[in-house]
Nanobody
Framework: QVQLVESGGGLVQPGGSLRLSCAAS????????MGWHRQAPGKQRELVAA???????NYAGSVKGRFTISRDNAKNTVDLQMNSLKPEDTAVYYC????????????WGQGTQVTVSS
């Protein structure tokens, strides 16, 4: 069984920073793409950033230049450094990873709330 556990959400003022972390554990043979989605109230879930096993990254246009995704393949972790946060970044952030364990499938974390407000 595979689990993704997130940490690091919270309340921050506009212009502030937060760092989200996600750790994968369990019966893992290989981890391919890892990343973060977010879902704001009344909106669809959207991709924020993704990183493949070779370190190539992809960002949503709305966060490019402000957010940085990184991963540690030895520790099976992925982080999201969020700077210059805006109220419109407020959402539940979900970690995901495409993992080959017994089967190959995407796994999701439970979500962590990020609120940007003064």
């Amino acid at each position: 069984q595979v689990q993704l556990v997130e940490s690091g959400g919270g309340l921050v003022q506009p212009g502030g920073s937060l760092r989200l972390s996600c750790a994968a554990s369990g019966s893992i043979l290989n981890i391919y793409t890892m990343g973060w989605h977010r879902q704001a109230p009344g909106k669809q879930r959207e991709l924020v950033a993704a990183i493949d096993s070779g370190g190539s990254t992809n960002y949503a246009g709305s966060v490019k230049g402000r957010f940085t995704i990184s991963r540690d393949n030895a520790k099976n972790t992925v982080d999201l450094q969020m700077n210059s946060l805006k109220p419109e970044d407020t959402a539940v952030y979900y970690c995901y990873a495409n993992i080959r364990g017994g089967v190959f499938r995407p796994y999701w974390g439970q979500g962590t709330q990020v609120t940007v407000s003064s």
